[in-house]
Structure formats: structure tokens, C-alpha cells
């Protein structure tokens, strides 16, 4: 069985930064592809980010970033720790949610981390 954990939140002033953790132990294959979302309290949970595995054919990871946090966010992988980052950048209140970790491969979901921006 796979376990997805996400730690890092936090409260942080606009303009700050945060960097998100998350790790998905369980199956080998677990981190291959992986996702954030965020969840505004009422609102749908939103799709942030998404990383998945090199390939023969792509030998990088590819990544895909939600427009608002394109050149923001960064999210990247360190496979020998099992670890994938969210790395974020200029944070306006508007980034205020619940951010989950989501192992595409695995289809489990880790149980959130809060991330406030405020004065």
C-alpha cells in the first residue's frame, strides 16, 4: 500500500517563499508521476503542478505548471530520496490553500498541508 505525506506549509508574508515536500513510500513505482493540488476552503480542489519520470525516449522530467504559477512554482524530483519538492516563489494571498501531494501512479493522495499568505 502506498502512503503519500507532504510537509513545509506555513504562514508567510507576500512575497515569500515556501518549499513543499512529499514523499510516497510503498511501491517503487510511486513517485514515477506525480502532482500538486490546492484546495481553497468551498471551492474545488485545483490541479498545481505535475512531474513525471524521465524516459529513454524524454531523458528529462517534464513538468507542467497551472498558468497562475507558471515562473512562480518549480517542482522537482529527487529519486534516490523518493522525494518530490514544490518549490514556490512570490506568494500572493490568492496561494492561501490546503496543498496536497498526489502520486498519479499510485492514485493516492497525501493528507494536505496548509500554506496561509498574509500579513
Known amino acids: 500500500q502506498v502512503q503519500v505525506v507532504e510537509s513545509g506549509g506555513g504562514l508567510v508574508q507576500p512575497g515569500g517563499s515556501l518549499r513543499l515536500s512529499c514523499t510516497a513510500s510503498g511501491k517503487p513505482f510511486a513517485t514515477n508521476a506525480m502532482a500538486w493540488y490546492r484546495q481553497v476552503s468551498g471551492k474545488n480542489r485545483e490541479w498545481v503542478a505535475t512531474?513525471?519520470?524521465?524516459?529513454?525516449?524524454?531523458?528529462?522530467?517534464?513538468?507542467d505548471y497551472l498558468e497562475s504559477v507558471r515562473g512562480r512554482f518549480t517542482v522537482s524530483r529527487d529519486s534516490a530520496k523518493k522525494m518530490v519538492y514544490l518549490q514556490m516563489n512570490n506568494l500572493t494571498p490568492e496561494d492561501t490553500a490546503v496543498y496536497y501531494c498526489?502520486?498519479?501512479?499510485?492514485?493516492?493522495w497525501g493528507q494536505g498541508t496548509q500554506v496561509t499568505v498574509s500579513f
Open positions: 512531474i513525471t519520470t524521465a524516459s529513454r525516449v524524454a531523458p528529462d522530467d517534464r513538468t
Open positions: 498526489y502520486s498519479i501512479s499510485a492514485e493516492t
